[in-house]
C-alpha cells in the first residue's frame, strides 16, 4: 500500500480508475472530477460532532437518481434520539461540490442547508423543524486520503477528517436546556466519491478524544476494502497522520459487545472492545435503494501501537457502523 506524494486524481475521462492514484495520502486528492457513471456513481459529505452529551451526524449524499439528506441527533445523557430524512427525486436542487472541503446546499420547504468554505473552516448552517444548527469546523493540513478501486471501472476515493476542533451549538426547540456547545467537541467529516458496485457492505468505526498530552482521532473500516490492497485505517495524534496498514477484523461477540483486531503484524498491534450504549436500524426499503444501516453509539477501549507509539482508549465516546447498502 504506498503512500501517495504528488497531486493526485480518482479517474480519466471516460471513467478509468487513475491506478497511480490507487493508495493513501496525507492530502486531499487535487481533482475528485467524475464525469461519467450514470447511476452508479456516488458522492456525499458527512459531518459528525461527538461529545460525552451528545452525537450529531449529518449527511448530504447524491446518489444521481435520488439524493438523501439525513440528520440523526443522540442526547446520550437524557437517552433521546431525532432522526430525520429526506429524500429528493434525480437530486433535483441539490449541490455538492466535487472538490474535497467545498460547498454543498439544498433546501425545501421544510428545511435549509448550506454550507461553505472560508478559509481554513466550514460554517454548517442547518434549519430543519426543530434543530437549528451554527456550527464552524475547523480544518486541519493532514488528513487521511484513500482511493480504492474494485475494477477498472468501479472505484471510491474517501478522505476522512478528524479529530476536528469545532464552534457554534447544535439547538433542538426553544428552550435553554436544549441547547448544545460544540466547543468541547470532536468534529469528523467523511467525503465519498465513487463508481459502486451495485450492492457493497462495510463496516466504520471513529472517535477521537483529547488528554493533557495529545489530541487523538482514530478510523478504522472494513469489508468494502476487502482484497484490494488498501485499507481506510489510521490514527492521527496532535494533527499528524499515521497509517495503520493492517487489515482489521471486526468481530461481533454478542448484542452489545465488539472486538476489533488487526491482522498479524510485527510492528501494528490494535486491540479494541466496543460496548454499544445503543442502536438504531436505519432500514431503507425503496424500488431503487434498500439498505440496512445500524448505528451504533458506545464505548471504546483498549489500545493501538505503532512502532514507537501507544495510545490506550478508556471507554471513549465512539460510532460504529454496519451498513448493507444495494443502491
Known amino acids: 500500500m504506498k503512500e501517495l506524494k504528488n497531486k493526485n486524481f480518482i479517474c480519466y475521462k471516460d471513467g478509468t480508475v487513475n491506478k497511480n492514484s490507487v493508495g ?44 438523501l439528506i439525513f440528520i440523526d441527533f443522540y442526547d446520550i445523557k437524557e437517552n433521546r434520539e431525532i432522526h430525520k430524512t429526506v429524500t429528493v427525486p434525480l437530486c433535483n436542487g441539490m449541490i455538492i461540490h466535487n472538490s474535497i472541503g467545498s460547498y454543498a446546499h439544498y433546501q425545501n420547504k421544510n428545511m435549509y442547508l448550506n454550507i461553505i468554505r472560508i478559509n481554513d473552516k466550514l460554517h454548517i448552517m442547518l434549519k430543519w423543524d426543530e434543530i437549528d444548527i451554527d456550527a464552524n469546523i475547523i480544518l486541519q493540513k493532514e488528513s487521511l486520503n484513500v482511493l480504492i478501486p474494485w475494477s477498472d471501472k468501479k472505484f471510491h476515493y474517501t478522505s476522512k477528517q478528524l479529530p476536528l476542533k469545532s464552534k457554534g451549538y447544535i439547538c433542538i426547540g426553544r428552550e435553554d436546556d436544549e441547547k448544545f456547545g460544540l466547543k468541547n467537541s470532536i468534529g469528523f467529516i467523511d467525503y465519498g466519491r465513487g463508481i459502486w458496485e451495485r450492492e457493497k457492505s462495510w463496516y466504520w468505526l471513529t472517535c477521537g478524544f483529547k488528554n493533557k498530552e495529545s489530541r487523538v482521532g482514530l478510523n478504522l473500516g472494513g469489508k468494502w476494502t476487502d482484497n484490494t490492497g488498501v485499507n481506510e485505517n489510521a490514527i492521527i ?3 499528524l497522520v499515521y497509517k495503520i496498514y493492517s487489515d482489521i477484523k471486526f468481530k461481533k461477540i ?13 510492528y501494528e498491534i490494535i486491540d479494541l472492545n466496543f460496548s454499544t450504549i445503543k442502536v438504531h436500524d436505519k432500514a431503507n426499503n425503496k424500488i431503487l435503494i434498500k439498505s440496512s444501516l445500524k448505528q451504533h453509539i458506545g464505548k471504546l477501549s483498549g489500545v493501538v501501537k505503532l512502532y514507537d507509539k501507544e495510545i490506550k482508549f478508556n471507554e471513549i465516546i465512539c460510532w460504529l457502523e454496519d451498513h448493507y447498502a444495494k443502491w
Open 24 to 67: 493513501w495520502s496525507k492530502k486531499v486528492f487535487s481533482n475528485c472530477d467524475i464525469d461519467v457513471g450514470y447511476f452508479r456513481k456516488k458522492i456525499w459529505n458527512h459531518y459528525m460532532w461527538m461529545n460525552e452529551n451528545c452525537i450529531c451526524a449529518l449527511a448530504i449524499v447524491k446518489l444521481d437518481y435520488a439524493g
Open 237 to 239: 495524534i496532535n494533527n
Open 254 to 266: 454478542d448484542e452489545n459487545n465488539w472486538s476489533i483486531k488487526n491482522e498479524n503484524s510485527e
